[in-house]
């Protein structure tokens, strides 16, 4: 059975929009696309969705109470809303750099959340 | 009986009559406390009014509106030194568009006189339009001088606190729930937090003034709260507009829908008058505004309708009686200053002035030397010099950091007014006294800093900061699961 | 005290403007903001999709605002003043500042570059019916609550405007566990990127009902719900339509204003329509030596595009600060034709031309047209378009040598 799915792509601000044909619920091909990044997008969202996260952790020491985080690489969207709950408990403590490792591993998905920026200490 | 609190005189509602009343009492020997069921002063009909000290030719001649109006006007030119009060007299126009009207404001014009009120005249329509040159179809206006633009929140606040600084007590979240009495006689006040002890109340209770009336045996009359609503615009469109205070010619239920500057230079139009039975609603809707907007048109029909910054609606207190309802009750002990309505602002001090008059006259207590009528001055850091500013930073340098950039309020300012004697506890509080988040953003960029400024400076949380009423906070914490 | 250049606002503009102007000779930049650290409001834009044309890859607002300020930390021409509030800009180019420890300075440029960024409209503006409660908040508001100051704004949301920060935020509420009911749109398309309708409502669900509004907003002292309606073409809600919401917050992302307080009262001459000063190519006003780059001139979509365009007026700026001035001809520029704004609105035209960009807006959604530069009958430029939004900035380059001769009034429009 071939069908079509719509829908835009969130790799670049651009946003094409993107048709893909699936043959079985299988990935067959894509138009709509302006880059290759596109093709590669459709495709795995048709297959197996991912999603960036980005969150805050509590931060002491810095004068300011959050750190911005940011995932090193994309998760999987179903686990996205557990990965965020999971930011809400945590805690660290200024200084932090940019880069810096807040949480290894998260939910063992292989994949780190990592400072957004450098926090200097305070007073 | 425990009693939570011993008065003499308690005062039922902290609008700008409760606190006048307040500071009139606290000029004489006896302990004078003001309940105030909300978080803060000047939450109801103070809180959304037209701002404006009306000269007095309006109300019928020999009626309490017409006598405590013109009294207050006078009043209020005396105050202004005392109590640091914001106050622009700018003269008010009431404006005629045809014959008929021309008609009225001469009508208007000789019942003036015949309340006292000075200066007075009649102008022509290049008069009116040197004045305003942005206004259309004019024929004439009447011209009153002795009117103003008052800041009314704070007026409230110096009225409270002037009252605080000679022995009186202001009590805020605290709330009238009946009386005590001893044969037929008011002894003390129930609230959420007690019962105070007293020997005489006055009931400013604003749009509730009936209801605490008749708790206290007095059904002589019965309030129905008439709704105003209005549009205010951003200051830089000011000049398109009016300098000063422009009524249409009046009808029978309202002084009609005016267009005014402010104390701060922004103008507003409105109100409307549509009477309701609900005592808290004041919702804005999409056919008041329209109303308020279809009125001033026909003065201004270019209103720059992109610039408007907030709309919002006020409840005044309209007495069944057709007039205000002040002095002794036939409950002993009890006083009404009751059915405030327009122009119970600028009226407020005279309506004070009377109804202690008259308790004092049955009570006999006894003037205090040592009345202090003088309240500290503040400045505004917007309205300083650079000078000025330099100075004030020297001494405290919260004075130096901006809060809100659309007024330019500093933090040092907010902190003062948290930190006064009868100080805000809310955003709004914050707001009302120091106009941090009343400019073209309406808060946006300085609302959440200020209510963490004050957590800090109160010791709470942030999510115990409330936006103004009841339970309205700002902030919920966030859950971590 | 004197300087080549003063920039207020030490935003992505502001950064890039004061880096710019330094690169290209200026030796005393003054750059000024209200902030305790550089970044403006992306320090409250945590989530990441920033970067794409400037670095190559997809940052987050922090990070961003970071490696902006690593070109400008180290940099002993560049003086950054942080906690200080610009008071009053005079047309002599004094600037009056506030700051707790320095106190009231005043300072004079030989340029300033005005980089402060826009503002929310508030309720205010759009003339919301309904009471006035605690629970109505702009979404840039609310985005600081969450991101910068650890709160949320409330548990049950409705977000009126599908703006990109009222998408972003309807987001990052789900992931703070708030229930976000509706995203509502009186508009018949969404004012923000495809690309966040996509990956902040379709991901969680979250229904945007397009051609709706809001008409009442109920409660006593904190919203509990909002009756929302639909709208016709004039936008007006159709009565029977109604339907109500229960929620106890209300999200506006209702427009960006550019914040030109500053400069309201300077004799300067404002586009209606991106509601900033009329800059020239090189973001020069019509009042020689000042200057303004981002979202003060006309609110972007993209950050990139705010530090490409500040770091001209950064350069110019430095230019005119060290006399560098090449005299020239002024041509204006005029939308037409389902083209509603363009920026700049002005050309300032040396003898030798230099290629310009045109950042432009169009009326309504398009598609398959050609973009048409003219100066009188003379096509300048020609550019197919496969389809365009308002809500996203069409870029054209224009060749030098297609200005070279351009004497008469450009006009820019759909064909």
């Known amino acids: 059975m071939t069908e079509t799915k719509k829908f835009n792509c969130i790799t670049c601000p651009r946003g094409c929009e993107l048709t893909v044909t699936l043959q079985d619920g299988k990935f067959q091909s894509v138009t709509g696309n302006f880059c290759p990044n596109g093709a590669k997008y459709a495709e795995q969202e048709v297959t197996a969705p991912m999603r960036m996260l980005t969150g805050t952790v509590k931060l002491t020491g810095a004068g300011l109470p959050l750190l911005p985080v940011v995932s090193t690489a994309e998760l999987p969207k179903d686990k996205i809303l557990l990965a965020a709950a999971e930011l809400r408990k945590i805690t660290v403590a200024a200084p932090v750099k940019y880069g810096d490792i807040i949480i290894h591993n998260i939910l063992g998905l292989g994949v780190d959340m990592i400072a957004s920026c450098d926090f200097a200490c305070i007073k | 009986m425990n009693f939570f609190k011993e008065a003499d005189v308690v005062v039922i509602g902290g609008g700008i009559v409760g606190t006048a009343i307040l500071r009139e009492l606290s000029k004489y020997k006896l302990k004078a406390v003001l309940i105030e069921k909300e978080h803060d002063v000047a939450m109801a009909t103070t809180a959304a009014n037209s701002a404006i000290l009306h000269a007095g030719f309006d109300a019928p001649t020999g009626s309490h509106k017409a006598v405590m109006n013109v009294r207050g006007n006078i009043m209020f030119h005396e105050l202004e030194e005392e109590l640091n009060l914001d106050i622009r007299w700018t003269g008010s126009l009431v404006v005629a568009t045809s014959d008929d009207e021309m008609f009225s404001i001469k009508e208007l014009l000789a019942r003036g006189k015949a309340n006292g009120v000075q200066g007075l005249k009649i102008l022509s329509k290049e008069e009116v339009l040197k004045m305003e040159p942005n206004l259309q179809n004019v024929k004439g206006a009447l011209w009153a001088p002795s009117a103003g633009v008052i800041w009314p929140f704070t007026a409230c606040v110096s009225f409270a606190e002037c009252a605080v600084q000679n022995g009186a007590e202001v009590l805020r979240n605290v709330e009238c729930l009946g009386f005590v009495k001893e044969n037929e006689a008011i002894c003390g006040v129930e609230t959420n937090e007690g019962v105070i002890k007293t020997k005489y109340v006055i009931n400013a209770a604003g749009i509730y003034s009936d209801v605490i009336a008749k708790l206290a045996g007095d059904d002589s009359f019965s309030i129905s709260p008439r709704k105003g609503e209005y549009i205010l615009f951003d200051k830089a469109v000011s000049g398109q507009l009016v300098n000063g205070i422009v009524f249409p010619t009046p009808t029978k239920k309202s002084k009609g829908i005016l267009i005014c500057t402010t104390t701060h230079g922004n103008v507003f139009i409105g109100p409307n008058a549509n009477e309701q039975d609900d005592r808290e609603d004041r919702a804005v809707t999409a056919a008041g505004m329209d109303e308020i907007i279809k009125s001033a048109r026909k003065l201004i029909p270019d209103l720059p309708l992109n610039k408007t910054i907030t709309e919002f609606a006020g409840l005044r207190a309209v007495s069944s009686t057709g007039d205000f309802v002040l002095g002794k009750s036939k409950i002993n002990g009890f006083y009404n200053a009751a059915g405030i309505q327009s122009p119970g602002l600028t009226s407020a001090p005279a309506i004070a002035e009377y109804v202690v008059n008259e308790l004092i006259s049955e009570a006999k207590y006894t003037v205090k030397e040592n009345f202090v009528k003088d309240l500290p001055r503040r400045k505004p850091f917007l309205r300083m010099t650079n000078e000025e500013r330099e100075e004030r930073i020297k001494q405290n340098k919260l004075y130096g950091r901006v809060v809100c950039r659309c007024e330019t309020v500093t933090e040092g300012e907010i902190v003062d007014d948290i930190h006064s004697s009868v100080g805000a506890t809310t955003v709004d509080g914050v707001k009302r006294r120091c106009r941090a988040g009343m400019g073209r953003c309406q808060g946006g960029f300085c609302e959440p800093t200020v209510a963490l400024i004050l957590a800090r400076e109160l010791g709470i949380s942030a999510t115990e900061v409330m936006r103004s009423k009841g339970k309205s906070p700002i902030y919920y914490p966030k859950e971590s699961r | ?415």
């Open chain 3, 1 to 415: 005290m004197e300087y080549d250049v003063i920039v207020i606002g030490a935003g992505p503009a502001g950064m890039a403007a004061a880096q710019s102007a330094q690169e290209n000779g200026a030796k005393k930049i003054l750059l000024i903001d209200r902030g305790m650290v550089t970044g403006g409001i992306l320090l409250q834009c945590i989530h990441n999709g920033f970067g794409v044309h400037q670095y190559g890859e997809m940052l987050t607002g922090p990070t961003y605002a970071q490696r902006a300020y690593e070109q400008i930390k180290d940099k002993k021409e560049i003086t950054l003043w942080l906690d200080t509030v610009v008071l009053t800009v005079t047309a002599k180019k004094e600037v009056t500042c506030v700051n707790p420890e320095r106190g009231v300075k005043k300072v004079v440029g030989k340029t300033i570059i005005l980089a402060s960024g826009c503002r929310e409209r508030p309720r205010g503006a759009i003339r919301i019916p309904g009471q006035r409660l605690a629970g109505i908040v702009t979404a840039g508001a609310a985005q600081r609550m969450v991101n910068c100051f650890g709160f949320i704004p409330g548990k049950k949301i409705v977000i009126l405007g599908s703006g990109d920060i009222g998408l972003i935020m309807a987001r990052r509420l789900t992931l703070e566990g708030c229930e976000v009911k509706a995203v509502v749109e009186i508009c018949p398309y969404s004012n923000g990127l495809q690309r966040n309708i996509s990956q902040c409502l379709n991901d969680f669900d979250i229904p945007l009902y397009l051609s709706h509004t809001i008409v009442d907003i109920h409660g006593r002292d904190r919203v509990a719900g909002v009756t929302v309606a639909k709208v016709d073409e004039k936008m007006q809600a159709i009565a029977g339509t109604e339907f109500q919401i229960d929620c106890d917050t209300v999200v506006l992302s209702v427009g960006l204003i550019p914040e030109r307080t500053l400069i309201n009262n300077l004799p300067l001459q404002f586009d209606a329509l991106t509601g900033g000063p009329l800059v020239d190519q090189h973001r020069q006003t019509e009042l020689a030596g000042f200057f303004a780059a981002g979202n003060v001139v006309h609110v972007h979509d993209i950050v990139d595009y705010v530090t490409e365009e500040a770091m001209i007026a950064g350069k110019f700026a430095a230019l005119q600060a060290q006399n560098n001035v090449v005299g020239g001809r002024r041509v204006q520029i005029k939308c037409e034709k389902g083209v509603r704004t363009c920026v700049p609105q002005f050309l300032f035209l040396p003898d030798v031309a230099e290629d310009v960009k045109l950042y432009l807006r169009v009326s309504k959604f398009v598609r398959e047209k050609h973009l048409v530069v003219k100066s009188g009958n003379n096509v300048l430029w020609n550019q197919y378009l496969m389809a365009g939004r308002p809500s996203e900035m069409i870029m054209l380059d224009i060749p030098a040598d297609s200005l070279q001769n351009v004497t008469d009034e450009i006009t820019v429009g759909l064909e």
